[in-house]
């Protein structure tokens, strides 16, 4: 049936050469091959970047090397899939398609639409009428997310003064500085030389403005705007399907603003800079020209949207006037500044930290005079904000728990021993604590939680998904819902403790579990949510994939030595614990599974990666195990090509739920992921479909998709990619290694993937020795982040 060994290069009946992709393989290497971003995101990330995806095709668009959130948010930009969206390009001279709906899906291109959440004809996707008349979980996550930044914007204009920057500029980096001070100032940039001022103090974090619930729900653009929207794009040759997004991205007066400036299409989800371009010779004519102001304004912040995409925060200065250039923008400084000025971008100026120099925050006052060495960095004012929040409310919370245990903290450290104990020490003299570990560790998190609540304290978990809170509730022996909910349900106020009068969470503890996947938005409004003297524990496997929206906030705060650390020594038990152990320190071993915990099963071609994938879900692990097919994961590096998630939902739901599709390409009984909201993919099943929309059941809880949105939100799910697996465990793993696969293969990949399975992997392995070579030199791709810089400034090292 399969070759018994662990999944090395060296497989029986592998021995011939690195097989090539069977005909229509290519596709998938291709996409897989350009980065989850696209040639936007190559131009601008230097040396490339672990992307995020927006996606239904949940998060990591056509290759799984990328995480990033389900379902597309006009200010963030949209990623390419496959050229399966219907909505075609706005001129004759755009090629690809535009497609890009309320989702994006993967990266073939620098940012275009989704599989088939985009534009195409029909599906228009901001939501209808019918949705916006009753807020749904989605829908109160954005508005909570909405009302959150606008919290954060009028607490930067509060402030005195720019970002600090630690060091001094001169030439064109100092006019990109004048400029952003120029527009914080009320006063138009300029271009002219001048004396640089000294930059001012960082002041001390004011207390934060509390949101209170429930969070009122932003209404989807009225018929008429969306009318008037249509037919500026017919007239410039855009698709009219384009016009609901377009609407809700530009807001009130969109058909005037397209008018004034047609290349503010780009804002528009999946819109690429030729559609846009030929959208504004068609309205422009003449006056259409490479060197336009807008253009160049509009590029620059697309490009920091793309950058975005693929997990930063923000850009160096250099890489993006290079790709600026690259994009034909005669006059890229000049673009930048034209951005800086309307308020577009912002730009900073972080310290380089030298090794073995002092943090910021530790530095003498004469120390902190002398020049250091700095970075010039540009980026949207969004993400920034959000950065900054979040290193504000730490800073808080570290500074406002008393260092010493008292009361019932005092009895909760009591009540344990081990690990739980080290950890429930830390806890209760710090604010913030990291806490590292495998699937097994969180029972320490678990015993920590319990012994709190049992001294009275009020306590909280949150996960990543809710398979996650099934698994972190069943060490406490209940049931999800009560202390334990997902990082969706607790921001969006749809579970959790409720909030105070001042709308700050009730919680004396927080513990955040699958800390790696929360990015920096949802980060900041964690922190910001809780009281002066709450503590805070994230927990988390650093080796896992990093967060599928924008910054590394776990991985930086692991970097940072500004709170306690504590690693879990309880290793993941069994042969694919050991397994999984080893390539988290960059080993593939030989592992001794005698219970067939570990299966190979050699492959030529993706055809044959298919085949005998079906085979293990439908047949062998079944009749060898007795773990149904629904209980199965089949897992893979991308959505397209011949082995990709499309390819095998095809295949699998016609083994093991052949049916018509008569309701969007689904029956009753088909395997699902949902999208509701940007960064979530919730695997579920199909009940039935009516007029109402698509039922389904995802989580043990009941969901309606509208028609409408059902294309742009709703995937099948039989196989996934790494990213939409992330934070979830089944009792098998098919692991699909095409060999088309192997240049996309990273550490963090291959760990995540083999992580999923509990009893049983079966990798189908087709990439010979690139696995190998994966696990031990393909590290986490960097991210452009400002995280650690404003921390070190803020917080000293813990003692």
């Known amino acids: 049936m399969t070759t018994e060994q662990t999944p090395t290069g060296d497989t029986e009946g592998a021995a011939s050469p690195a097989p090539a992709p069977a005909e229509g393989a290519s596709g998938g290497a291709t996409e897989a091959a350009r980065g989850a971003a696209g040639e936007g995101v190559a131009e601008v990330a230097a040396g490339g970047a672990e992307p995020g995806a927006h996606a239904t095709e949940a998060a990591d668009g056509d290759r799984d090397d990328a995480g990033a959130p389900d379902a597309g948010e006009p200010t963030r930009g949209g990623r390419a899939d496959d050229a399966d969206a219907s909505a075609r390009t706005p001129s004759a001279g755009a090629t690809e398609d535009a497609g890009a709906g309320s989702g994006a899906g993967g990266a073939e291109g620098d940012a275009g639409g989704v599989e088939s959440g985009g534009p195409a004809a029909g599906a228009g996707g901001s939501g209808s009428a019918e949705g916006a008349k009753a807020p749904s979980e989605a829908e109160a996550e954005l508005a909570a997310q909405r009302v959150e930044r606008e919290r954060i914007a009028r607490r930067r204009a509060e402030r ?22 120029a527009v914080e100032s009320g006063e138009k940039a300029s271009t002219p030389s001048f004396v640089e001022a000294a930059p001012a103090p960082r002041r001390p974090a004011p207390e934060p403005v509390r949101r209170p619930e429930p969070v009122p729900v932003a209404a989807a653009p009225d018929a008429e705007t969306v009318g008037a929207v249509r037919a500026v794009l017919a007239e410039g040759g855009a698709p009219e399907a384009l016009a609901p997004q377009a609407a809700a991205a530009l807001g009130e007066g969109a058909e005037d603003t397209l008018r004034a400036d047609p290349w503010q299409l780009l804002r528009v989800a999946g819109v690429r800079p030729e559609q846009a371009d030929g959208f504004a010779r068609a309205l422009l004519g003449a006056e259409c020209r490479p060197d336009d102001e807008r253009r160049g304004r509009a590029l620059t912040v697309w490009l920091l949207e793309q950058a975005a995409v693929a997990g930063h925060t923000a850009l160096d200065l250099p890489a993006l006037t290079e790709a600026l250039g690259k994009r034909a923008v005669p006059d890229p400084d000049e673009a930048v500044q034209s951005a800086l000025a309307e308020g577009d971008a912002l730009v900073f100026q972080d310290a380089l930290e030298e090794p073995g120099a002092p943090p910021a925050a530790a530095r003498t006052d004469e120390e902190k005079e002398e020049e250091v060495p700095v970075r010039v960095l540009a980026g949207l004012e969004r993400y920034a904000l959000a950065e900054e929040s979040l290193a504000d409310a730490l800073a808080r919370l570290v500074n406002s728990v008393p260092k010493e245990a008292e009361g019932p903290w005092e009895a909760a450290v009591a009540a344990l021993t081990g690990g739980a104990a080290d950890l429930a020490r830390q806890v209760a003299g710090h604010g913030l604590v990291l806490h590292t570990g495998g699937e097994a560790a969180r029972a320490e998190p678990a015993a920590l939680l319990a012994a709190a609540r049992a001294a009275g304290l009020r306590v909280s978990a949150v996960c990543h998904t809710p398979d996650g809170a099934r698994r972190f509730a069943a060490h406490l022996g209940e049931q999800p819902g009560g202390a334990v909910g997902t990082v969706a349900g607790l921001l969006s106020g749809a579970s959790g403790p409720g909030r105070d009068a001042e709308g700050a969470l009730d919680l004396d503890l927080l513990i955040v579990l699958d800390a790696p996947q929360l990015d920096v938005e949802a980060a900041a409004m964690l922190a910001e949510s809780l009281p002066d003297g709450a503590r805070l524990v994230l927990s988390g496997d650093p080796a896992v994939l990093w967060s599928a929206g924008p910054g590394r906030v776990f991985a930086d705060l692991l970097a940072v030595p500004a709170c306690p650390q504590v690693a879990s020594r309880v290793p993941d038990p069994g042969p694919l614990g050991e397994l999984v152990s080893g390539i988290g320190v960059g080993e593939l071993a030989q592992v001794e599974a005698s219970g067939k915990e570990i299966v190979i099963v050699p492959v030529r071609d993706a055809g044959e990666a298919v085949h005998r994938t079906v085979q293990l879900v439908a047949d062998s692990v079944p009749r060898a195990f007795g773990i149904p097919p629904e209980e199965t994961v089949v897992i893979t590096p991308g959505h397209g090509g011949a082995a990709g998630t499309r390819a095998l939902n095809t295949v699998l739901k016609e083994r093991l739920n052949p049916g018509p599709g008569r309701f969007g390409g689904f029956d009753p009984g088909d395997r699902i992921v949902h999208s509701p909201a940007p960064g979530r993919t919730v695997p579920g099943r199909v009940v039935r479909a009516d007029a109402e929309g698509l039922h389904l059941e995802c989580a043990g809880a009941p969901v309606v998709v ?28 098919v692991v ?38 994966a696990v031990a030199e393909s590290v986490a791709k960097p991210r452009t982040t400002r995280l650690r810089t404003l921390l070190r400034v803020q917080l000293p090292p813990a003692g």
């Open 160 to 181: 005195q003064g720019p970002v600090e920057s630690g060091g001094k500029l001169s030439g064109k980096a100092a006019d990109l500085l004048a400029a952003v001070r």
């Open 706 to 733: 509208p028609r409408e949105l059902v294309e742009s939100r709703v995937r099948h799910g039989w196989a996934l990619t790494a990213h939409q697996a992330v934070g979830g465990r089944w009792p098998a793993a």
């Open 736 to 773: 699909v290694l095409p060999g088309d696969a192997a240049d996309v293969l990273t550490r963090p990949w291959v760990y995540t993937a083999f992580g999923r399975a509990d009893r049983h992997l079966s990798v189908v392995h087709g990439v010979e020795q690139a696995l190998p070579r």
